[in-house]
Every structure is written in structure tokens, then in C-alpha cells.
């Protein structure tokens, strides 16, 4: 065995590390001074506040190392992930503690060298440097195993990604395709070092490990560092402000673009429109490609399902919002009109019914409500029964909240007026938005799901069960996005048989009618819709059902069953 | 022709005169403008068109003839609702329209 303390060959690895330390640190310099001055504030306080710190701690260790979500998604992903993560990790521990409680090798002409490299220098290659005792050994190459078997399912995900559960998978450029390479190289050149003390290969590890770290900064690779950043900010509750700065840049650097969200999104029913996604997204704002992400940003339905399963919790829409936000569109809105409609309300009652667009267009859905008040003796009136006026989500939609502003102005005025306590809404793009963006304090907001099985439950309606077979669809503002799952099916059990869609609840697929994407066109909704209804007849009910007019106007155009609101539904039993 | 005899300014437009750079670049990217039927679909079902003269199917006539700016003013009026992109028999993307005019 070699017995020099210091061996040229650990030049590569050193020059790596003092680089891609460096680009790190200039890196959190500068997106912290992006940051708004009092998200700022707010990241400082959160690092010493005990609840986010120990949240920090937590989610370091489960997403960094353990990677826990991709682990509940896809658990030979989560193995390869931990594997290499974990493995990597405890290596670098190990051989710390190794080096600081063992002396090293003997002969070593320690005293010559002292002088020389004990003040910036210490020996890294542990198995080079110092002695190992059996437990040591044991545990170091447990460890080195375990990552060469996580790149092992790399491999095989790469060559074949379909034995891992994965269909589609990002398609890398050459930089990724060379830097995958050293990362794949560099455990197996350090195990055949280790076993064989080959000086080669020793070499070739050291600039494996140059080539990666060299590259890191520049790859997708650059998550590993960043995320830990991410999920930091994200604790201390910074929101997505500005496209491509401070908070948003930390988000772009933490994707991996591991690709899991290409499956899951409903525009994958075909390879053009996969493209659409949002790892194909992040990869472009990261790059730099203003035109590719704001298209990629119109385009999205914003259903939300890739933030949901995303193992990062990138917020992606969020980032494709602000980003929609940044085309020049010069649309001047000018809702002064509103002014002329007059906020007299014609009588006071307790609960205030807004149908909004959606609904004028399906008026089954309000004939079905007007019949279950009624039926239940509530005190309600219409707000919007002689025309209405847009509750403002799609103009939000396409970036532009402060053009919203008049009509939730008015709409909040004509609330008010009618002295309701309750706002019933039949549609989940009003419900989110008058859930989020107005000021309706000491009125009661809820979907008519949930108005409806409050109904049944308090006994005011009373119902009777029939035998037909329904599968029920989460509309996404309704499911996704304030998780009510379960008071619509509570309400179908009522009535009728409930059976499963293939996809439920939080992974429920988009009916691809979205008012959140702009540039589909009406053939490649068509795809989603078909795939969408396909999931739904997973298990050959007689109906579907659904709570979104929306959904219900779309689906009506491709599924061969009938497609009902849970309200119509509810109406028939009554 | 204007002989001076009118109340109220001509309506009448010198189709060899106009300028139809907006309209052909519309066309351009957008070529299911080609595909209107002028049904008014969109105009019937306008929660914008419910309180002022907001029409989509006459906003595209008021392009073809070059009257850029009155088309312009008439899209300040939209609540980007999309009501008129749902009813629209040929599935024209209404919404992405009404921006693309703007930009
Ligand atoms: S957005 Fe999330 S799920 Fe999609 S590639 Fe990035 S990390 Fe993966
Ligand atoms: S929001 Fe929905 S449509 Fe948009 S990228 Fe995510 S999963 Fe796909
Ligand atoms: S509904 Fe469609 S086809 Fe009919 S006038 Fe409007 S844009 Fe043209
Ligand atoms: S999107 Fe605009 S033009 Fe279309 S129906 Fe709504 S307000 Fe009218």
C-alpha cells in the first residue's frame, strides 16, 4: 500500500469541490438578495423560529436524503433515489468519523508533509489514507454497494424505463447525457480502486468526480444543492412574486427534471403535447427560453395535478402564472359599465345562490338547484338569474389580477347588499376565487357539494336511494385544490352506488375543457377528454358525475354514458 | 360616397385603401379566424355583450375592414369569461383571439 499522506491524484477532486463551492455560494447570495426585503426578513426569522426550524430539519433529511414523496409514488424510484442520495451521504460521514478517530496509515512520512498541507489540506480518500478497522470496512462498502445499486436501477431506467413504472421520460441534451455519465462512473471507478489499488483508477475516480462537480452548476444536477435552499425559503412561506428571480430561481434549479410529472399530466396522451409539461416547463424558464415557457405557460390547464405528485412540491403553476404575466398583452380592460348595474337588492334572504358563466350555459344544473332549495324550505334568492357578471378567475387566469379588480369590486357590492350569510356557488373556478381573492367576512362561501350534503345531513332534504351505478369526477378547483372529496360522495352514496375511477381524488384527471389553458386547440382537448372519460369507466358505471358545469359540458361531448351534476342527480331522488 | 347631405358620418370603407396588417397577422396565427360563420353564437352568449355592444363576431367584421382601433376599444370590455369560446359551433378559440388582438 502507498504511504504518502498527499498524492497528486486528489488535485481534480479539490479543484472540483473549491468551484461548485463557490458557484453555491454565489448562487445563495444572489437569490437572497432577489428577494423582496420583507420575504427577506421573513426567511432570517424563520430560521430561528423552533416550528420551521425543526420543519427544516425534517425535510431536509425526508426529501434530501430519504426522498419520502417519490418513495409513496413509485417505491423503485424512491429506492433508487435514497440509494445513491443516502448512500452518498453516509459515505461522506462515515469516512469523516473514520478519519478523525483512526490514525493513518503506517510509515506514513507524516512529519515531512505536516508542515506542509495540515493547515488547508486533509485527506479525503479515506480508503487511501487511513486504516480501516472491520466494522468500518463493513459499513463503507455496505454503503458503496448500495449506491452502485441504485445506479444499477438508474441504468436500467435509463435503457428501459417502462420495468420501472415510468412511460415517459425527459429527453437530455449532451451536457446531462456526459454529466450522467460521470455520476454513473464514479462509484464503481472508486470500488475497483478500493479493491485493487490500482493508481489508474484512483485517477480516473478523482476526475470523475471534477467532471461532475465541474458540471453540476450547469446540469440538472444543480437540485441537489439547490433544493436544500428550496425547501428553506419555502418554510419561511415565500410565495412566487417575480418569473425568473429570487425565490422562483430557486425553485428552477431545485427540479431535477425527474420526469414524474410528465406522466401524470393529462396533456401526455400524446408525445407532441408532453412536450407541454411541466418538467419540459422548468427546464426552459431555467434555460432561459422566453418563448418556449410562456408558450408552455398558455398552454397548461392548470389543473394542478404536477404540483400535487410533484416529490418537490415545485409550485409550477405558480411560476407559470407569473409568467403569463409577462406577455405584453395590451388589453386595457375597461369594465366601467359595471357601474350602471344597480346594487339594490330586491329582497334580504339567508342564502345567496351565484350560478356564474359557466352554469347560464348549463341550466339543468340551476333548475336542479332552485328545485333542492326549495324542496328543503331554505330562504334564498338568485344573484344572477337576469344575466351576470364573470366572478374574474379567467381574466386572473391569464395573469392579469389587477384588470379583475371591477368585478370583484361589484360582485363583493352586490354580495354584500342581499344581507345572505351563506353564498352558494354551483361553479369551482368562482368557488376558488371567491374563496382566495375576496373579502366576504361573516358569509359562509361553499360549492353546492357541499351545501347539498349539509342538506342531507342536517335531514332538510330528504332523499331516496336508487340502484344506479355512478363514478364520480373531482372537478380540479374543487378536489386539487380544496381537497372536498368527500362531501360529494357522501351525497352520491346517498342516492345511488358509488363505484371508482381509476384515478381519483387528488390524482383525478382534468377533463382538459380548463378555462387555465389558452392555446389548445379543440381536437387536442378532444384526446384529453377521451383519455380523461376512459379513466372514469374504469369500472363500467351507468352515469357520471360530476360538480363543475365546465366538466360537464365537456364530458358530455365525448363519454358514452350520461353526465349529470351531482345537483341534477340529487334533484331526480328527491 | 359622402355628398354632404348626411346626419351621421359614412359608414362606408374603401376596401383597396385599408390597412389589414392586424387581421393578416391574426389570420397567421390563429387560422381558425378563417373558420367564423359570422353565427353570433358568441354574441347571444357575451356576459360582457349583456351591459354594452361587446360583440366578438363583430369585432372580427370591424378588422376585416381595417377598423382597428374601434376593435381595440371593444376589447376592454371583455371579461375573458370564455362563455363565447364554449358556445362557438366551430370551436374557435375565442379567448386566445381576443389577447393575440392586443398584443
Ligand atoms: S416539476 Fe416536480 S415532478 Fe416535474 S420534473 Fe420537476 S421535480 Fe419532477
Ligand atoms: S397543471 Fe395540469 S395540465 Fe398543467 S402541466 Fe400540470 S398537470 Fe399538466
Ligand atoms: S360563435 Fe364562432 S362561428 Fe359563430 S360568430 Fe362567433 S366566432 Fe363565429
Ligand atoms: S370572453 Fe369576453 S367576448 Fe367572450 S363571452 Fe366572455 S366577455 Fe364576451
Not at chain 1, 358505471?541 to 360537464?552: K, N, Q, R, Y
Request: charged residues 25%.
Amino acid at each position: 500500500m502507498n504511504s504518502q499522506i498527499f498524492h497528486p491524484f486528489v488535485l481534480p477532486f479539490v479543484l472540483g469541490m473549491a468551484f461548485v463551492l463557490t458557484y453555491c455560494l454565489v448562487g445563495l447570495i444572489r437569490v437572497i438578495s432577489q428577494l423582496p426585503k420583507d420575504d427577506r426578513k421573513k426567511f432570517w426569522r424563520s430560521l430561528v423560529t423552533p416550528k420551521t426550524a425543526w420543519a427544516n430539519i425534517r425535510d431536509l433529511f425526508g426529501d434530501c436524503l430519504f426522498h419520502v414523496k417519490i418513495w409513496k409514488r413509485n417505491p423503485v424510484l424512491g429506492y433508487m433515489h435514497t440509494a445513491i442520495a443516502f448512500g452518498w451521504f453516509m459515505i461522506i460521514v462515515i469516512g469523516h468519523v473514520m478519519l478523525f478517530t483512526l490514525k493513518p496509515l503506517q510509515g506514513v512520512e507524516v512529519e515531512r508533509l505536516q508542515g506542509m498541507f495540515t493547515n488547508f489540506y486533509y485527506p479525503i480518500f479515506f480508503k487511501y489514507f487511513a486504516e480501516e478497522t472491520p466494522v468500518f470496512a463493513f459499513l463503507m462498502d455496505f454503503f458503496l454497494l448500495m449506491i452502485i445499486s441504485g445506479i444499477l436501477i438508474a441504468v436500467v431506467k435509463k435503457i428501459h424505463s417502462k420495468i420501472v413504472g415510468v412511460k415517459r421520460v425527459m429527453h437530455f441534451g449532451f451536457a446531462d447525457s456526459l454529466i450522467r455519465f460521470a455520476l454513473w462512473t464514479i462509484f464503481p471507478f472508486r470500488l475497483i480502486a478500493e479493491k485493487t489499488n490500482i493508481m489508474a483508477f484512483w485517477w480516473l475516480y478523482s476526475i470523475d468526480l471534477l467532471i461532475f462537480m465541474c458540471m453540476l452548476p450547469f446540469t440538472r444536477y444543480m437540485h441537489i444543492p439547490t433544493e436544500a435552499l428550496f425547501i428553506l425559503l419555502r418554510h419561511a412561506g415565500i410565495k412566487v412574486t417575480e418569473p425568473r428571480k429570487g425565490y422562483v430561481l430557486a425553485e428552477l434549479y431545485s427540479c431535477p427534471s425527474c420526469g414524474l410529472c410528465i406522466d401524470a399530466c393529462p396533456m401526455s396522451v400524446n408525445d407532441k403535447m408532453s412536450g407541454n409539461t411541466s418538467a419540459y416547463f422548468m427546464k426552459k424558464l431555467r434555460n432561459k427560453d422566453t418563448e418556449e415557457s410562456q408558450r408552455i405557460a398558455e398552454t397548461c390547464l392548470m389543473c394542478g395535478k404536477c404540483v400535487k405528485i410533484c416529490p418537490l412540491s415545485i409550485e409550477s403553476c405558480d411560476i407559470k402564472f407569473s409568467q403569463r404575466a409577462s406577455i405584453p398583452y395590451n388589453i386595457n380592460s375597461d369594465h366601467s359599465y359595471l357601474n350602471v348595474i344597480s346594487t339594490e337588492a330586491e329582497k334580504s334572504s339567508k342564502v345567496l345562490y351565484f350560478a356564474g358563466c359557466m352554469t347560464q350555459l348549463t341550466p339543468k344544473i340551476m333548475r336542479a338547484m332552485k328545485q333542492i332549495m326549495e324542496k328543503a324550505g331554505e330562504d334564498y334568492q338568485f344573484m344572477d338569474e337576469n344575466g351576470v357578471i364573470c366572478c374574474g378567475r379567467p381574466m386572473m387566469l391569464s395573469g392579469k389580477t389587477a384588470e379583475a379588480k371591477a368585478m370583484v369590486e361589484k360582485n363583493t357590492e352586490l354580495i354584500k347588499k342581499s344581507g345572505a350569510t351563506k353564498l352558494v356557488l354551483s361553479c369551482p373556478i368562482c368557488y376558488k376565487v371567491f374563496k382566495e381573492e375576496y373579502h366576504l367576512e361573516g358569509i359562509e362561501i361553499q360549492h353546492h357539494t357541499q351545501y347539498i350534503d349539509e342538506l342531507v345531513k342536517t335531514g332538510k332534504l330528504k332523499v331516496s336511494k336508487g340502484d344506479v351505478n355512478y363514478v364520480y369526477h373531482d372537478p380540479c378547483e374543487l378536489g386539487r385544490a380544496f381537497e372536498i372529496y368527500d362531501e360529494p360522495r357522501e351525497v352520491l352514496e346517498n342516492v345511488g352506488n358509488l363505484r371508482k375511477a381509476k384515478s381519483e381524488k387528488e390524482i383525478s384527471i382534468c377533463c382538459g375543457g380548463s378555462l387555465g389553458s389558452f392555446t389548445l386547440t379543440q381536437q387536442e382537448r378532444d384526446e384529453i377528454t377521451a383519455n380523461s372519460v376512459n379513466d372514469l369507466m374504469f369500472n363500467n358505471p351507468d352515469e357520471i358525475v360530476t360538480a363543475c358545469p365546465l366538466c360537464l359540458k365537456t364530458f358530455a361531448r365525448k363519454s358514452p354514458v350520461k353526465v349529470k351534476d351531482i345537483a341534477e342527480v340529487v334533484s331526480e331522488k328527491i | 360616397m359622402d355628398f354632404g347631405f348626411c346626419l351621421s358620418p359614412s359608414s362606408h370603407v374603401k376596401m383597396d385603401s385599408v390597412d389589414l396588417t392586424t387581421f393578416n397577422r391574426l389570420k397567421e396565427i390563429n387560422p381558425d379566424v378563417n373558420t367564423c360563420i359570422a353565427c353570433g353564437s358568441c354574441t347571444a352568449t357575451c356576459t360582457a355583450g349583456n351591459f354594452t355592444e361587446m360583440s366578438f363576431r363583430r369585432m372580427l367584421l370591424m378588422l376585416q375592414r381595417g377598423k382597428e382601433d374601434e376593435a381595440k376599444k371593444m376589447i376592454q370590455r371583455c371579461m375573458l369569461c370564455g362563455k363565447c369560446t364554449l358556445v362557438c359551433p366551430r370551436g374557435i378559440n375565442i379567448r386566445k383571439i381576443l389577447l393575440d388582438i392586443t398584443r
